[in-house]
């Protein structure tokens, strides 16, 4: 056999700032040509993993290393980190930090000019990677003229003007939209096989990457390998979810229908199961069984109207087109569709950040056109993305309270607000912390307790999940999951599919500022125009439906849905 | 998104656009350095037309740029009224004589040698302004790293401009969401406040904007190690375009206007054109 | 000189881009024409994380990208904000500010940033008005003074509680316990 490009021999590391190691006896080696998926939940290490691979350890994140590891042949401390940068090529999770030049062309060439390759050379490389990765026609674009998608490529493309020989992606579905992030796999995936290069992609999206087969799957958890074997014998075990990585949908249906997995089911792609008649008819019966959890729509209360809403940020483009829809007192929705199909924008225009053109919002059926961002605040709540653009006070408390102290309440008023708020966010033993102390999901409770301590009717919550690993992503949709339960609407934008189905009955689509469907989740899912219109994509829980030969495959979805909630509730 | 423009780079085809990034640099600094240091109305007044002329040469429309003269009106105004609120008879001192045509009231008198002086004054800012917008209308950015490097700044100072202009957008969007979110938090910074509560509620909008950048820098940075940002003493650039015939020419007419600049304006011994002494 | 490492290029570039951002959504403020100057509570703070290096190239391209997108570049004051730059930077040099920020390192920050602003606005704008522009001395003196004035106290507030709210943030996890 080959030799290994890339070998980890009982090594370890602990970075200088933190007290304990943070990778343990790690023994990998990956050859050439090969294409892994090193999978992990949050904190697993597997991100550590890339790092010690591109040499930003030692050279940009300094630490105690133990072992041995060779790259190339070489031993990263007595190379550089630009030595490394031409045999391992990363592509970051964050495209817009990847993305240094002010057009597509120049980005690509960056590694070529720090190279000192001369111009005519560097143009023709970069014209022929662009090629290779579809971006060739949109050299002259500036970043911002460019979807998540393209400046993933742009990303992918700078990196391969090198020539290097393993191709490094940190979690390159985070900030992707479903449809775009299935391009990336199949991008991944023709590179791979066009170049021969090797491809080790760090993701916890398990189900999406297996879109296109890898060689192998290594699972990390807490620093050490748990796992380290072919795609089909690794998905017929059963350490997933105590690792806290999501299984494929597919499976989880198979196993609720009492089929075991094994490697002879061919368990990589829901296309590829190979199921006998025994075991589809297995599949239908548990369909049957569970007839009765769909229940019936409740009747409700309208709380929110948007009428033929028009908007556009300058008079050339209209970002939304006569939009109107409305949302029932205690709903749970999801607003999905690409990245600028105005769900964001949309928002905005609720909370009376922008003016919309024409049309109007009602909030109960008053019209909200005068009133200021800070009164329309107390009834519309809006939660950003990250927490950390949100949080501007070092400590809990103070976070928390901030939106009362432009408000009448008095010092005692305000302290019994603070405490009930903190109490209903589960944060009230953390009263007293610095924001600092908390996790990642225990600072988006933050951020949401600021907004809820206003008492608003709605909370419109901008990707609350985003680059959240399963563990993380249970926990704060279970918070909001919580809060709907004691009487909040609330309002999800999302791209996350599996967010969508499980949490929110009802979806609203949104495609290049037009209102597309507003329907249940699941009929979303199970619509293929639909999702390839918004750029969604289809469950493979559809596939299997189809497979198995079950007539109405969105109410396949729904019962697999309710059983699964049924089953957390248990 | 909402696009913001920034720099206003201005794309159409004109002799003027056709030159490199480095001469229109070094074109602008002798030009600011001429005008900077000439008080001679002549000279000023030459490099007014001259600056017109090319800005008529340039493609470039007044409406394009509209707003930016109206800004630079504004400040002329501004400064040519604090210059007299605070000493009416600054010329007279400047060009030891005296001319007086009327009386405002009390000390603040109208000499023909003040006028004159907020003549020259008015005449250095307004011949540098075309030729600075145009800088900036026709260079694309993406020239404005290599030019830099190519006239001596070291690369990565230089390439600190283009990251400059490249992260401009994406901080200025994050700065509009950031506030936005705060406002319905209660926190404005444009009402009617007072100064110390302003001062401290924009504190809830740069804190999260600069750890926000503190992260950025961080990602930005390796992102550069890893493509071998500073690898060499030297990198070569993928937009450097090479200097043409046309270079060469305004690189020596910008040359000329520098030299004749000095050498009418210190002709006489003063940097003063003094038209009043052969009064 | 010491070649700037990666980070404080980008370090730069990220800076002027705030710097610039900041400049140009100038707050209102009740004195006309005395807009409160948030860049420079943003500059000081970076001078002190990054450096003088990084304080002067901030300044400097961003006071030229602000003038540049508005009246054409007014050299005088553009050398100023890199001088504050500089002067914060070399002042607060060595204050370790990674490992946290006591009352002694504010009150340094605060002479540093207070000497800046005089001798920047008092002392080095007005000499530049004085030899570029032959501009009157009286104008020039109470214009700079009340530059310097309103930036001291922007930097004094804004950029005291930025660098207090930075340490907070980047603090270790500790000795800290629930409370029920």
Request: with cysteine; hydrophobic share 45%.
């Amino acid at each position: 056999m080959a030799q290994p490009i890339i070998s980890f021999k009982d090594y370890g590391f602990q970075y200088t700032a933190q007290a304990s190691p943070t990778l343990h006896h790690i023994n990998l080696d990956i050859y050439p040509g090969e294409k892994v998926l090193i999978a992990g939940a949050s904190g697993s290490g597997k991100s550590t993993i890339g790092s010690c691979l591109n040499g930003l350890i030692p050279y940009a994140y300094p630490g105690e290393s133990t072992g041995k590891l060779t790259i190339g042949g070489k031993d990263p401390k007595e190379s550089s980190i630009f030595e490394l940068s031409q045999i391992v090529g990363t592509v970051l999770q964050d495209t817009d930090g990847q993305f240094i030049g002010l057009t597509v062309g120049e980005d690509i060439a960056f590694a070529l000019e720090n190279d000192c390759v001369p111009q005519d050379q560097m143009k023709e490389t970069v014209h022929e990677v662009a090629k290779l990765v579809d971006i060739d026609h949109h050299l002259e674009y500036a970043p911002h003229d460019l979807s998540g998608g393209q400046k993933q490529r742009v990303s992918l493309a700078g990196v391969m003007v090198e020539q290097v020989k393993v191709l490094l992606f940190d979690e390159p579905l985070a900030n992707l939209d479903p449809a775009a992030g299935r391009v990336t796999i199949e991008l991944i995936d023709e590179v791979q096989k066009r170049t021969g290069a090797a491809v080790i992609i760090i993701e916890h999206r398990l189900e999406d990457v297996l879109w296109r087969s890898v060689d192998r799957i290594v699972l990390m958890d807490e620093g050490r390998i748990v796992a380290d074997m072919p795609t089909k014998d690794f998905l017929s075990g059963d350490m997933l979810l105590e690792h806290g990585i999501r299984e494929p949908l597919y499976l989880t249906a198979l196993r609720y229908a009492g089929i075991s997995i094994t490697k002879e089911l061919e368990p990589q792609h829901v296309e590829s199961l190979t199921l006998s008649g025994e075991q589809k008819e297995k599949v239908r019966s548990w369909y049957r069984d569970n007839a009765g959890l769909t229940g019936a729509k409740k009747e409700r209360r309208e709380l929110l109207r948007v009428e033929n809403l028009s908007f556009g940020y300058t008079p050339e483009v209209q970002n939304l087109k006569d939009v109107s829809f409305s949302i029932e007192e205690g709903e749970m929705v999801s607003i999905v569709g690409k990245n600028g199909a105005g769900k964001s924008t949309l928002a905005k225009l609720i909370c009376g950040f922008e003016k919309p053109t024409s049309g109007r919002i009602c909030l109960e059926g008053r019209d909200l056109s005068g009133d200021t961002i800070k009164e329309r605040a107390k009834t519309i709540g809006y939660v950003m993305q990250n927490p950390n653009q949100m949080i501007s006070k070092p400590m809990i408390w103070d976070e928390v309270e901030m939106a009362l102290l432009s408000g009448d309440m008095n010092e005692q008023e305000r302290k019994e607000r603070v405490e009930e708020t903190l109490k209903i966010c589960g944060l009230y033993p953390f009263r007293k912390w610095p924001v600092s102390a908390l996790s990642y999901g225990q600072k988006k409770r933050v951020t949401i307790a600021g907004i809820l301590v206003q008492r608003p009717q709605i909370i419109i919550l901008d990707e609350p999940t985003a680059g959240q690993d399963y563990h993380h992503y249970t926990e704060i949709m279970e918070f909001l999951k919580e809060l709907n339960t004691q009487g909040f609407t609330i309002v999800m934008i999302t791209h996350d599919m599996h967010l969508m189905l499980e949490y929110t009955p009802r979806a609203i689509v949104f495609c290049e500022g037009m209102l597309l469907a507003d329907t249940t989740a699941a009929r979303v899912l199970n619509d293929p125009s639909l999702v390839q219109r918004a750029n969604l994509k289809e469950t493979s829980l559809y596939t299997l439906s189809v497979m198995c030969g079950i007539e109405e495959p969105q109410e396949f979805t729904e019962r697999f849905i309710a059983y699964e909630e049924a089953r957390r509730r248990r | 998104m909402a696009k913001i423009a920034i720099l206003n780079y201005i794309k159409r085809s004109s002799p003027v656009h056709e030159l490199t990034g480095t001469t229109k640099l070094i074109f602008f600094i002798a030009w600011s350095v001429t005008s900077m240091v000439t008080f001679d109305t002549r000279v000023l007044v030459c490099m007014l037309a001259v600056g017109a002329v090319i800005f008529k040469v340039s493609q470039i429309r007044i409406r394009d740029i509209n707003v930016v003269l109206g800004l630079a009106a504004v400040f002329l105004l501004l400064n040519n009224f604090f210059i007299y609120l605070f000493t009416p008879e600054y010329g007279v001192e400047l060009y030891e004589s005296r001319d007086l045509l009327f009386t405002i009231v009390g000390r603040y008198t109208v000499t023909a040698q003040q006028l004159f002086y907020h003549l020259n004054i008015t005449l250095k800012v307004i011949c540098v302004v075309p030729i600075a917008l145009l800088f900036i209308a026709c260079t694309d950015p993406s020239e404005f790293a290599s030019s830099l490097a190519r006239i001596g700044v070291s690369y990565r100072a230089g390439y600190a401009v283009s990251l400059a202009l490249r992260y401009i957008p994406d901080v200025q969007r994050e700065y509009r969401n950031i506030s936005q979110a705060q406002q319905a938090r209660g926190i404005d910074i444009s009402g009617k406040d007072k100064l110390f509560t302003r001062l401290k509620n924009s504190v809830a909008i740069l804190l999260p904007l600069i750890m926000s950048s503190l992260n950025r820098i961080e990602t930005v940075s390796n992102a550069m190690e890893l493509r071998g940002f500073g690898k060499k003493d030297k990198r070569t650039w993928y937009t450097r375009r090479e200097l043409g015939r046309n270079d060469w020419l305004a690189i020596g007419f910008a040359v000329v206007i520098l030299a004749a600049g000095l050498i009418v304006t210190f002709w006489d011994g003063s940097r003063y054109f003094n038209p009043f002494l052969r009064w | 000189m010491k070649k700037l490492s990666v980070k404080s290029v980008v370090a730069i570039g990220i800076g002027a881009a705030l710097f610039f951002v900041l400049g140009k959504v100038a707050i209102p403020s009740p004195v006309p024409n005395t807009n409160i100057s948030l860049q420079y509570a943003v500059q000081a703070v970076f001078a002190t994380l990054f450096g003088p290096i990084a304080g002067v190239i901030i300044g400097f391209i961003g006071h030229t990208l602000i003038d540049a997108t508005s009246y054409g570049p007014w050299w005088s004051w553009i050398i100023a904000s890199a001088f504050v730059g500089l002067v914060i930077g070399l002042f607060t040099m060595k204050m370790n500010t990674e490992e946290g920020i006591d009352n002694k390192k504010l009150v340094r920050f605060n002479v540093a940033q207070i000497i800046a602003h005089i001798l920047a606005w008092g002392v080095v704008a007005p000499v530049l008005d004085i030899l570029i522009y032959a501009e009157p001395v009286e104008k020039l003196f109470a214009q700079g003074l009340m530059a310097a004035a309103a930036n001291i106290i922007t930097t004094g507030v804004v950029g005291t509680l930025l660098l207090l709210g930075y340490s907070k943030t980047v603090v270790k996890k500790g000795s800290l316990e629930k409370e029920d």
